[in-house]
T-cell receptor, first 117, second 116 residues
Framework: DADVTQTPRNRITKTGKRIMLECSQT?????MYWYRQDPGLGLRLIYY???????NKGEISDGYSVSRQAQAKFSLSLESAIPNQTALYFC????????????????FGAGSRLTVL | AQKVTQAQTEISVVEKEDVTLDCVYE???????LFWYKQPPSGELVFLIR??????QNEISGRYSWNFQKSTSSFNFTITASQVVDSAVYFC?????????????FGQGTELSVKP
């Protein structure tokens, strides 16, 4: 099994629908992230969480919300999807600052491709 | 503000050619980290290297090498004797050492196509 698992891998939905993308990890990492990838823009940070009780907005959080249900689970929600949220979404994890790999070496999931019609 | 620029959107080479992917960054921090990630056609992101700003030594790993030059704010990536399996999108990224971890600033990516 993958260290970081994202579901669903592909989703097509309609404008106005609520969508949840789920992420679970077996790395035992405290820190989890959601990034969005758009062609020509690279990856941009949506939300990040350093532990279950810590949630922070990233660069492009408008229109999104997250829930950290457990150390291993971090879900991303689009309350009312719109077409410009069509993108490839990545969940990632990292150790805390004291870990041997450092807090900024990310392990990514395989991605969730979302299409909003 | 921090910024990473990968000016080469697409590069196409023939197998066995050497290829260099450029990365230029901007930051006001004196201590920071630079990264390269690979995204093959299957879509996952694979960590290749992390380099901190205090270490300007070039690094070589097999056919891969990285040239870090603080004077020009560049962290270029060279693939020697390219192979078809090197075809992917490559991302350069930056983070400051004091950030809350994981807040990487990514470049736009360079799509490398290696033809047989």
């Amino acid at each position: 099994d993958a260290d970081v698992t994202q579901t669903p891998r592909n989703r097509i939905t309609k404008t106005g629908k609520r969508i949840m993308l789920e992420c679970s990890q077996t790395k035992g990492h405290d820190r989890m992230y959601w990034y969005r990838q758009d062609p020509g823009l690279g990856l941009r940070l949506i939300y990040y969480s350093f532990d279950v009780k810590d949630i922070n907005k990233g660069e492009i959080s408008d229109g999104y919300s997250v829930s950290r249900q457990a150390q291993a689970k971090f879900s991303l929600s689009l309350e009312s999807a719109i077409p410009n949220q069509t993108a490839l979404y990545f969940c990632a994890t990292s150790e805390g600052a004291g870990g041997p790999s450092g807090a900024n070496v990310l392990t990514f999931g395989a991605g969730s491709r979302l299409t909003v019609l | 503000a921090q910024k990473v620029t990968q000016a080469q959107t697409e590069i196409s080479v023939v197998e066995k050619e050497d290829v260099t992917l450029d990365c230029v960054y901007e930051t006001r921090d004196t201590t920071y980290y630079l990264f390269w990630y690979k995204q093959p056609p299957s879509g996952e992101l694979v960590f290749l290297i992390r380099r901190n700003s205090f270490d300007e030594q070039n690094e070589i790993s097999g056919r891969y090498s990285w040239n870090f030059q603080k004077s020009t704010s560049s962290f270029n990536f060279t693939i020697t004797a390219s192979q078809v399996v090197d075809s992917a999108v490559y991302f350069c990224a930056l983070s400051d050492v004091y950030n809350q971890g994981g807040k990487l600033i990514f470049g736009q990516g360079t799509e490398l196509s290696v033809k047989p």
